[in-house]
């Protein structure tokens, strides 16, 4: 039995995944949320680690951080003082250790945020390492990962060319080397279309956890039609195509937001619902996500069910009597 609980960490990504095997769980977490998190009344958001040690868990088979932005890999901190950690696969690891990139006060805000998180990053990986975590560069794309007897793992890298010059570039900033402004920037804003995708395959069916990479950057990609989508990018404008929804054609898909609106990022889009649910998809939003096209509803988390022979146990609606 596979379950998958879309966290609600309001406007960032946490996945837990649970295998179970007889007496045997694999655990792993796509993506940790933030490291601090703003309470808003009516929403149930909460923290990974609160998460976790509601479900007294304290062990990870398995740590998958697409992409390096606060909203996804900040928790990971978190995590370190009291969850161990077998694996971590990520598209960056730091060449060396003890290194920070200086702080730029007056430099562009994307580029700022880049350094928050890398210096942070570089931080979590020596824990990882002086507590004997095994790290996985993801520099290509890894087909058939095998997880457990039952659980296989695709993790596709979107542009390998583009991921090794973002590393190197990374890399000299951290060892304190020029860089130019231009290259910093691209660097920082290649984040979100370079994010690792995570396809999880169990009992013939698909699970498609796409991180924040941009619709239009896979949409001509041979991908194959999946049964669960985690929507790109927290379902913004630039999430979905109208081909790439066609080609996935996910019978449910999960959009992890906040619970308020954000204009200028049109997050979550109603136009990305709607090329969806022209697919058939039913879809389901983390937090309290409300709109003239969406009741909302108070989630901890969003949870789907695999079981063994396939059958996919879905969420119930809260307004239809459910949880």
């Excluded at 200086?102 to 805000?109: A, D, F, H, L």
């Excluded at 698909?206 to 669960?228: K, R």
């Excluded at 003239?292 to 396939?310: C, K, M, N, Y």
Aim: glycine letters at 8%.
């Amino acid at each position: 039995m596979l379950s998958i609980h879309f966290i609600n960490v309001a406007d960032g990504d946490a996945i837990l995944i649970e295998e179970q095997d007889g007496s045997q769980i694999f655990r792993m977490m796509v993506d940790t949320g933030r490291k601090e998190l703003d309470r808003v009344p009516g929403s149930r958001r909460c923290l990974a680690i609160e998460y976790l040690r509601e479900r007294n868990i304290s062990h990870l088979d398995m740590v998958v951080i697409t992409h390096l932005h606060a909203d996804h890999s900040g928790g990971l901190s978190n995590f370190l003082p009291e969850i161990s950690i077998e694996h971590v696969y990520s598209g960056f690891f730091p060449g060396s250790t003890g290194t920070r990139i200086p702080p730029e006060p007056n430099g562009q805000k994307t580029v700022c945020g880049l350094i928050e998180c890398v210096n942070q990053w570089a931080a979590d990986v020596e824990r990882l390492q002086e507590a004997g975590c095994r790290l996985h560069t993801v520099s290509g794309t890894l087909q058939g990962l095998p997880l457990t007897r039952s659980l296989t793992a695709d993790l596709i890298c979107p542009n390998p060319t583009e991921n090794a010059v973002q590393r190197l570039v990374w890399d000299a900033m951290l060892q304190g080397k020029p860089v130019p402004e231009d290259l910093k920037y691209w660097a920082s804003k290649s984040r979100n279309p370079g994010s690792l995708r995570l396809q999880l395959h169990y009992a013939g069916r698909s699970l498609l956890l796409a991180g924040d990479c941009y619709g239009n950057v896979w949409e001509n990609e041979d991908t194959c039609p999946c049964d669960i989508l985690k929507v790109p990018h927290h379902g913004d404008g630039k999430a979905m195509t109208e081909k790439l929804a066609a080609r996935l054609h996910p019978r449910y898909a999960v959009i992890s937001c906040g619970a308020e609106y954000i204009p200028h990022k049109d997050r979550p889009s109603h136009t990305v619902v709607e090329q969806l649910q022209r697919c058939g998809t039913e879809v389901w939003f983390t937090d309290s996500f409300s709109a003239p096209w969406h009741q909302a509803e108070a989630w901890r988390s969003v949870d789907f069910t695999i079981l063994e022979d396939g059958a996919i146990l879905a969420p119930i609606s809260r307004t239809n009597g459910g949880r």
